[in-house]
């Protein structure tokens, strides 16, 4: 007979994660307000109702919840667009389709909290265990895109897909944590971004 496995976490296991949880939210509410540079460590625990050390349990440093942010926010981004990407499309849809994934996370993020993920996420001092800077489920899903269209002749056959990629996606991050510009002119930013991408990619 087969054992069944119980993957339901302890009481004490349960708790602990409660308390993880609600420790991250309030820190999130804390660096939207403030920023993580300024974010008031006191303000945390007494928002999430913790002791000092608790917080450091869970969190040795304020990088680690800004990490947790950034790890969520790829994993949500990757699901999205992997959804799309089982449906018809081409490389000329995918693209705008990723720009629109990223606007949507940076409106959820709020942009404080947005330009500090990046920060921390192309940060020279970037924590250990942290992954690569170039670590991005996205660049590996557009870097196909890129390929299948290279393949089919859609752009040009002497392309560097994975660096095609990346640039994309280091573009597009550089335009929204720069441009304050209102969100009708912002649109028509992000548009020429896709278009100008696609002039420079497609086969003639």
């Excluded at 995918?94 to 990046?118: N, S």
């Amino acid at each position: 007979m087969a054992t069944q496995v119980n993957d339901k976490p302890s009481g004490r296991q349960a708790k602990r994660l409660e308390t993880r949880q609600r420790v991250y939210d309030a820190a999130i509410t804390e660096f939207k307000r403030s920023g993580m540079a300024d974010a008031d460590i006191g303000a945390i625990i007494a928002a999430s109702g913790v002791a000092r050390g608790t917080f450091y349990f869970h969190f040795p440093t304020k990088e680690h919840v800004l990490e947790e942010v950034e790890r969520n926010l790829v994993a949500r981004l990757a699901s999205d667009l992997s959804r799309f990407l089982a449906s018809p499309h081409d490389l000329w849809s995918t693209l705008p389709e990723i720009v629109r994934l990223v606007v949507a996370g940076e409106a959820r993020l709020g942009p404080r909290l947005f330009r500090d993920v990046l920060a921390l996420h192309f940060s020279q001092t970037r924590p250990p265990g942290f992954g690569k800077a170039t670590d991005h489920p996205l660049v590996s899903l557009l870097t196909e895109e890129i390929e299948r269209a290279r393949d089919a002749g859609l752009v040009y056959s002497e392309v560097d897909a994975p660096k095609c990629a990346l640039f994309f996606l280091l573009g597009l991050y550089s335009l929204l944590v720069t441009n304050h510009d209102p969100k009708p002119a912002r649109s028509r930013l992000l548009e020429e971004f896709v278009a100008t991408t696609r002039r420079g990619l497609e086969s003639r």
